[in-house]
């Protein structure tokens, strides 16, 4: 007979295996150790729209380039292209990864929301500067909007979910 893994911040089962979590579970956690169901913060929303359009922006230019790539634009070289093509895409199935589970509540995803915003801006200000004002302002505006709601108290406490029992995906 197998032993579930124990958890060492749950007490010790008594001399009947019995375990009593009532008494141990944190305050504002429900007995079973799971994270209380709260209502999702309007900050939560923004960001994971901003994410996920993000993403498809990029999934648009990979098809773009494809599209590019196949009827024969010029390259320097053939192969440099389809890696940046798998980059392009590699980045955008990255981003609907944290704009999905930014939504469910995951804690890492604020971190790389937030890598994912400053790489946008990197892009955002160069392109306002050399005279592009909209698409810059574009790529800029919904960045920043996204890192001010990162650091909002009620964004934080419901991006607060680790890895359960459940499937990932």
Not at 8 to 23: I, V, Y
Not at 40 to 53: A, D, F, H, Q, W
Not at 89 to 95: G, K, M, V
Not at 114 to 119: I, R
């Amino acid at each position: 007979m197998s032993r579930p893994p124990a958890n060492p911040a749950q007490p010790p089962p008594d001399s009947n295996g019995n375990e009593d979590r009532s008494a141990a579970a944190p305050v504002g956690r429900p007995a079973d150790g799971s994270l209380p169901k709260t209502k999702r913060p309007p900050g939560i929303k923004v960001i994971s729209v901003v994410v996920l359009l993000e993403a498809l922006a990029l999934l648009t230019a990979a098809a773009w380039y494809a599209f590019e790539l196949l009827t024969g634009a010029p390259v320097l070289t053939f192969w440099g292209a389809v890696f940046t093509l798998g980059l392009l895409l590699a980045f955008s199935a990255w981003l609907f990864a944290v704009g999905h589970f930014l939504f469910r509540g995951y804690r890492w995803t604020r971190a790389a929301a937030l890598v994912a915003q400053l790489f946008v801006l990197t892009i955002g200000f160069p392109t306002v500067t050399s005279g592009l004002i909209l698409p810059g302002l574009a790529m800029i505006l919904p960045a920043l909007a996204a890192i001010l709601f990162l650091f909002q108290p009620n964004v934080i406490s419901f991006a607060s979910r680790t890895g359960g029992t459940e499937g990932a995906l």
